[in-house]
């Protein structure tokens, strides 16, 4: 890429028996030198006098700290994921070459029989299908550069060279026993982890660079964009008013003009009858900046046009290619191709502190606080599939850490309580120490506990809907230009409807944020990873009980219990649900799902014995 290789370079991946068995290496290799010390210390300090004795007391603080070396286990977590999606070979599921089909040629659907009516072909009878490979190893999966069926289509797998994630962890803390039962700590937490698995789009565009002028595809087709998204039709198009080297830069792909010049059609508007505007021009920057402008905000696919025949033609509509030839920035085998990759890294730091109150005078009570922020550049689980996380997948694979931000599940603030109160009436109690076994039986053994959570709001990140500029599978985040105010808004909006929306009211929202707050990524752009704040978690849980002793034995009981979970009943809107494609601006900020469940209630009635 950078010495001015196209993508056809690197062609072709093949497929071949792995593992022992076959005498041959297995998904990843072993790593014999993942050696993990732990260190820890914990220190009492016991002054009998003056003022460290009144700030540490004699023997009633401990300081604790301790630093770990820790490794994550990453095969049961593939093996889940080949096991459900299959393993090139074994079993797939076969796709379409993708971008390639229009309403014009598509096939249609003739019945709901079953596998024997999935059309196979389309509708000028060219096979969409790659056929069954043969019993044979190694196969090599179909390329475009031999014009085979079902190449450009979207897989993923994982690389082979995995290495073992590891994660350094610490942690220091200051504890204080208090009076009546009270103790305090401070404490920080942290993890700095590395090596960590991150889905990488391997077969995404590559940013080819010219070894001529030395500047790269992102470079000279953003120099194009910023002019045509501003309204620039073609024919006012001035190529001069671009950087020489841009310039030079499509020169160099192009270098001869065809006779009769290149087709100009895409960017030009239409005649007085209503008809495209086509005419020829010898000029390759003119003819890179009509067939992008055509794909504006999904230049992906003015890129797959260069490569595949249908982007650049000359004045007979016959394709043009570069002088670096077909594939010069797709690859020819697949328009994705995700893959497990050890590229990943995170960091968590935390403060927390622990109000605790041990069980005396009936009552017992834990309060914490937590203050943390925790940032990676991809936060999906290892068990999801392709496309199947939260979004946050390697958009740009030669930019990995423009998507660093906080996590996914980054919450600045929490704080959370348990607590139990033994209610002070009954026998041997503060009220009614002295009553009978009948009213004992209706005033004591009562007891109340409970469980509450806060939390600060979860992050998101506007999406750039359905636009495609960088990565042609994926479509990344929008890029936000301003500060925006986020909330829970409820109200009814212009057409009656109810809303609950993160900015405002939905008939609004979207003319007042999208193209000011919001604009569409250029291409190399990711967009912006979790910069608003939605809603975050609440919920109070709590338990009423009532204990009855037997009388003809001390160790049989009868407990009822009473349970309302969120009692409250607070409703909390998942971040997940939310509408924020910059390419639906109608219900933009709306909320669809919950974080939180409808106050539940249960009752039990045990025996114990």
């Not at 990843?28 to 220190?43: E, I, L, Q, S």
């Not at 931000?405 to 309580?417: E, G, P, V, Y």
């Not at 338990?543 to 049989?556: A, D, F, N």
Request: aromatic share 14%; hydrophobic share 35%; proline share 6%.
């Amino acid at each position: 890429m950078v010495q001015g290789q196209p993508a056809s370079a690197a062609c072709c991946l093949s497929f071949n028996l792995a593992g022992p068995a076959n005498g041959k290496p297995g998904f990843y290799n072993w790593d014999k030198k993942d050696f993990g010390p732990h260190v820890a210390f914990a220190w009492a300090p016991k002054y009998s006098e003056g003022l460290l004795h009144s700030l540490f007391g004699e023997g009633k603080t401990v300081v604790r700290g301790g630093f770990g070396l820790v490794y994550d286990r990453l095969g049961p977590q593939l093996l889940a994921t080949f096991d459900r999606s299959g393993s090139f070979g074994l079993s797939t599921t076969l796709t379409n070459t993708g971008g390639v089909q229009t309403p014009a040629t598509a096939p249609r659907a003739t019945g709901l029989g079953g596998l024997s009516n999935i059309p196979t072909v389309d509708l000028t009878n060219t096979p969409m299908f790659a056929p069954p490979p043969s019993n044979s190893f190694p196969q090599t999966f179909p390329s475009g550069l031999t014009g085979a069926t079902g190449s450009y289509a979207v897989y993923w797998g994982m690389d082979n060279k995995l290495k073992t994630p590891y994660s350094y962890t610490l942690d220091f803390s200051i504890g204080r026993e208090l009076s009546h039962g009270f103790a305090v700590q401070f404490s920080y937490v942290g993890r700095l982890s590395h090596r960590l698995l991150s889905q990488e789009d391997v077969a995404s565009p590559i940013d080819w660079v010219d070894p001529k002028t030395k500047i790269d595809y992102f470079t000279a087709v953003n120099a194009l964009a910023k002019v045509y998204r501003g309204g620039t039709s073609t024919q006012a198009f001035n190529p001069t008013s671009l950087p020489a080297n841009v310039q030079q830069y499509w020169a160099d792909l192009y270098p001869t003009a065809p006779a009769g010049g290149f087709r100009i059609h895409r960017c030009t508007g239409t005649d007085a009858q209503g008809n495209a505007i086509n005419y020829g021009n010898p000029d390759p920057v003119i003819a890179a900046y009509d067939l992008f402008c055509g794909f504006s905000f999904n230049e992906t696919t003015a890129l797959q046009g260069i490569d595949q025949g249908f982007g650049i033609e000359d004045i007979n509509h016959n394709p043009l290619y570069p002088k670096t030839g077909s594939y010069t920035f797709v690859d020819p085998q697949f328009a994705a191709l995700y893959a497990w990759r050890s590229i990943g890294s995170a960091a968590y730091n935390a403060l927390q502190v622990n109000l605790q109150k041990h069980f005396s005078g009936g009552v017992q009570f834990d309060l914490n606080y937590t203050y943390s922020h925790s940032f990676d550049i991809s936060s999906d689980s290892y068990r999801i599939s392709d496309e199947g996380g939260l979004g946050s997948q390697v958009i740009n694979p030669w930019s990995p850490n423009a998507l660093r931000a906080s996590s996914d599940f980054d919450l600045r603030h929490q704080i959370n309580a348990n607590w139990i109160v033994d209610f002070p009436f009954g026998r041997g109690k503060r009220f009614g120490a002295n009553v009978n076994g009948f009213v004992d039986a209706l005033i004591g053994g009562w007891e109340l506990s409970g469980l509450a959570r806060w939390t600060s709001g979860f992050p998101v990140g506007a999406s750039n809907g359905a636009q495609w500029p960088t990565n042609w599978e994926l479509s990344g985040y929008a890029t936000q230009t301003a500060a925006v105010k986020t909330g829970t808004f409820r109200g009814t909006d212009c057409n009656g409807n109810g809303y609950v929306n993160l900015f405002g009211n939905p008939c609004n929202v979207g003319s007042s944020l999208i193209g000011t707050a919001f604009q569409p990524d250029l291409p190399g752009q990711v967009g912006n990873r979790n910069t608003l704040r939605g809603d975050g978690f609440a919920g109070l849980d709590l338990g009423l009980s009532k204990r009855w002793k037997m009388p003809w034995k001390e160790s049989h009981a009868l407990q009822f219990r009473w349970d309302v979970f969120n009692a409250l009943n607070l409703t909390r809107f998942d971040v997940n649900s939310l509408n924020l494609s910059i390419t639906n601006s109608s219900s933009f900020g709306n909320y669809t799902g919950l974080l939180t469940n409808p106050r539940v209630m249960q009752f039990q009635l045990r025996y114990e014995f």
